[in-house]
């Protein structure tokens, strides 16, 4: 059996690659070439070297987005992780109604970006109309609005894939806790942290990439207002190629730089949390 799965596994692994090829791969070189020029359309592309970057890098409208989103992805980040990891805790205590309020927690997440991002729009302009003021009224409001959108469609999720990991601690090790004296901060600090940080690695990851990529709800909620103020790099990235006319090639050196840094972060969070884990 092994022989043959040897000899037929590269014809069943053939429609995967010519798949990531044709989907993935060929698009990214093109895609990268293509911020090196100035074009219309893929046929029409005049080479310019590196006079993309530097107009990119120079717009104050692409500057403002890359803070404006390195302040949200860093505070949702946090709060998402941190609210998910403790109803986690709470939900894989023995209480009555623990399976239905996972499923509550979860709802959001199965709804689509735009679709939520609209109805985060309702919810919170109803609230924030009684005080005279909507999203719109300041970059501060659009921002926790952002955050509350985020941590709303996230946090089941996330809470899952701790829960996940804190039920795969073997019970005897906190009834051994317990019976040599430890407390439930230190059963905490000391056995359970350590002891779900695959699933910290995977939560902070899945959280970071979504949270600095996000568009749909940006999109949905303040579509940049006001001022493009509250615009993230996905939706700068957006207008600039599609709203702009002759900046097709400055919005695609803006699409690689985002892909650049969002690999960096990618790469130093895995390698750290990776760390931690094998301490």
């Given at each position: 059996m092994s022989k043959l799965l040897k000899r037929y596994y590269p014809l069943f692994l053939l429609p995967t690659l010519i798949a990531f090829f044709i989907a993935f791969f060929i698009p990214l070189i093109m895609g990268i070439y293509l911020s090196f020029t100035e074009f219309t359309t893929v046929t029409d592309a005049e080479f310019i070297g590196f006079q993309n970057y530097i107009l990119a890098f120079e717009n104050q409208d692409f500057l403002n987005a890359l803070w404006f989103t390195l302040r949200f992805t860093a505070v949702s980040v946090i709060s998402v992780n941190l609210i998910a990891f403790f109803l986690a805790l709470a939900l894989t205590k023995k209480l009555p109604g623990t399976n239905i309020f996972r499923t509550i927690f979860f709802m959001?997440?199965?709804?689509?970006?735009?679709?939520?991002?609209?109805?985060?729009?309702?919810?919170?302009?109803?609230?924030?109309?009684?005080?005279?003021?909507?999203?719109?009224?300041?970059?501060?409001?659009?921002?926790?609005?952002?955050?509350?959108?985020?941590?709303?469609?996230?946090?089941?999720?996330?809470?899952?894939?701790?829960?996940?990991?804190?039920?795969?601690?073997?019970?005897?090790?906190?009834?051994?806790?317990?019976?040599?004296?430890?407390?439930?901060?230190?059963?905490?600090?000391?056995?359970?942290?350590?002891?779900?940080?695959?699933?910290?690695?995977?939560?902070?990851?899945?959280?970071?990439?979504?949270?600095?990529?996000?568009?749909?709800?940006?999109?949905?909620?303040?579509?940049?207002?006001?001022?493009?103020?509250?615009?993230?790099?996905?939706?700068?990235?957006?207008?600039?190629?599609?709203?702009?006319?002759?900046?097709?090639?400055?919005?695609?050196?803006?699409?690689?730089?985002?892909?650049?840094?969002?690999?960096?972060?990618?790469?130093?969070?895995?390698?750290?949390?990776r760390r931690k884990e094998l301490d």
């Open positions: 959001p997440n199965l709804i689509g970006g735009i679709v939520l991002g609209y109805i985060g729009l309702l919810i919170i302009n109803g609230i924030l109309l009684r005080f005279g003021v909507t999203l719109t009224y300041s970059p501060a409001y659009g921002f926790w609005g952002l955050i509350f959108l985020m941590n709303w469609q996230m946090i089941g999720y996330m809470m899952v894939i701790y829960i996940a990991g804190i039920q795969n601690i073997p019970p005897e090790l906190i009834e051994a806790a317990h019976i040599d004296g430890a407390n439930n901060l230190r059963i905490l600090r000391h056995i359970t942290i350590p002891l779900v940080m695959p699933s910290v690695t995977i939560c902070l990851f899945l959280t970071l990439t979504n949270s600095f990529k996000l568009f749909d709800q940006n999109l949905a909620l303040t579509n940049g207002a006001p001022a493009k103020q509250t615009q993230m790099l996905a939706l700068d990235i957006y207008n600039t190629f599609y709203g702009t006319i002759g900046a097709e090639g400055i919005g695609q050196a803006k699409a690689v730089i985002f892909a650049i840094i969002l690999l960096i972060i990618g790469c130093v969070q895995l390698y750290f949390t």
